[in-house]
Nanobody, 124 residues
Framework: QVQLVESGGGLVQAGGSLRLSCATS????????MAWFRQAPGKEREFVAT????????AYADSVKGRFTISRDNVKNTLYLQMNSLKPEDTALYYC?????????????????WGQGTQVTVAS
């Protein structure tokens, strides 16, 4: 059974930074494409960033490009999301997602395993 556990969320002022982590277990992390998604109250879940198994290929939503950085540590089996210059519209529940195989996909249908989420709240 694959387990994904997010951490690092919290309350931050606009313009601040947070670093999210996603610890994985139960499968070979280094073989999986990974991603972050988010869901704000009353809105659909949306893509944030994705990374392939080697970390060479990444992609970002236009709304976070230049502010967020996705990375991974295949020794620690952990996925990260560095979030800088945070805005109130970044407020959401952030989810970590994993594929059964390699690949960097921007749609939720491309992912087989999901974490429970970590809350990010950006105050104006």
């Amino acid at each position: 059974q694959v387990q994904l556990v997010e951490s690092g969320g919290g309350l931050v002022q606009a313009g601040g930074s947070l670093r999210l982590s996603c610890a994985t277990s139960g499968r070979t992390f280094s073989s999986s494409g990974m991603a972050w998604f988010r869901q704000a109250p009353g809105k659909e879940r949306e893509f944030v960033a994705t990374i392939n198994r080697s970390g060479v290929t990444t992609a970002y939503a236009d709304s976070v490009k230049g502010r967020f950085t996705i990375s991974r540590d295949n020794v620690k089996n952990t996925l990260y999301l560095q979030m800088n210059s945070l805005k109130p519209e970044d407020t959401a529940l952030y989810y970590c997602a994993a594929r059964s195989y390699n690949g960097a996909f921007t749609t939720s249908a491309g992912y087989d395993f999901w974490g429970q989420g970590t809350q990010v709240t950006v105050a104006s």
